[in-house]
């Protein structure tokens, strides 16, 4: 079945009741039908925060309902109409408009409603405050960084699924069943099409060269994305190495590291540089937008290090909290999530490469091709987060 979602209107949500955040209307088309996934009773699903069903009320309707047995069947039912069963609960990093859609068709397959909070930041910290009294059955989020972040803060717990060790490739899953994969995206350099010979940067180490003084432009060796990155080429080399190839990036910059990974390629459009670090979703993103577009096409994508270790991927992933008052429920979304129409969706929606690899990209991310990638696991990278970022600061990367 082929799915397409289409975005259709964004709006600013209870700023009060989650600190700021966004929703979307969406239409879904499949073969078969269209539907517009937006009505008043999917806003309601944003619950603001005291509207969640607590673990301690879920204690108290548990008790209820014991009454209920004692008394008669039939008000047990009725108590049945009130408990969690049947709902899961979602704090979500990740935007409405990728992942509602996917929420919206699990619903429709399984009767399970899917309850969501998105926020920009804070929801670590917040599901370490509300501790075992917590309602959020799952956290979803992008970066290998975040991810182990939350299992560094204690808030998520072990899955063991032969569902998602079949469906998620080792390297992109906790060895721990503490964080699963569900997205890839591959970390590109990419090049001025004008200024820039093909075939002349062929790995992250060529950033180093001397020859490319002045070219280089990423965004702040602080964020997450540029962890990871450095992070990957510790776990390949070691620290001396890898501290001597930031250097020499840092010494072919054009400009100090500012702005997002788009910025990097409207700066290459702009001829402010001739060489950049971006995820590959961006160039997706870029090129399906009027006004972006033309910086996606000034630049050539690389896939870099094809010859030895492959391109350098991260995920955007999914824990199961360590409070998760509906378990159950919440691993048979983990589950639909890495299987093949879930995977589909999130293929054509965003661009990013699906983790479960019986699904094909979409059809623009195939036109750039087939590469190999770095098939050490991220779990393995996530051990040296900590030195990149001392390293960031050691040589004043940003300065
Ligand atoms: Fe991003």
Known sequence: MRIKARIVRQLAMDQRAFGGFETTEY?????????????????????????????????????????????????????????????????????????????????????????????????????????DNSPADLIFTVDIGRLDGAVQAGVTQSVQSDVLDSNIPAEFRDPDGQWFGLTNR???????KDRMEEGAIET?????KPEYAGKISTRSGKHQYMTALIASVIAHTDETQAEEWLRGVKANLARKPQGNDRAQVKAISEGQCDIAIINSYYMGAMMSDEEQSSWADSVRIVFPNQNDRGTHMNISGMSLTQAAPNKDNAIKL??????????????????????NKDIAPSGLVQSWGEFKYDPLPLAEIARHRVTATKMVDKIDYDG
């Open 27 to 131: 239409e879904v088309t499949t073969d078969t039908h269209t539907k517009r996934v937006v009505d008043n009773k999917k806003y309601s699903h944003y619950y603001p925060r005291s509207h969640f069903p607590t673990r301690v009320n879920s204690m108290v309707r548990f008790s209820v309902k014991a009454l209920a047995v004692s008394i008669g069947a039939g008000l047990l039912i009725s108590m049945g109409s009130v408990s969690a069963d049947g709902t899961v609960n979602v704090y979500s990093y990740r935007q409405p408009f990728l992942i509602k859609p996917i929420f919206d068709v699990f619903t429709r397959e399984t009767g399970i409603e899917v309850n969501t909070v998105f926020a920009k930041t804070g929801l670590v910290e917040r599901l370490v405050e509300e501790g």
């Open 186 to 192: 591959a970390r590109l350099i990419v090049t001025s």
């Open 204 to 208: 992250y180490e060529d950033l180093a």
């Open 334 to 355: 983990m589950e639909f999530l890495s299987g093949d129409l879930a995977q589909r969706m999130y293929a054509e929606q965003n661009h990013e490469y699906p983790v």
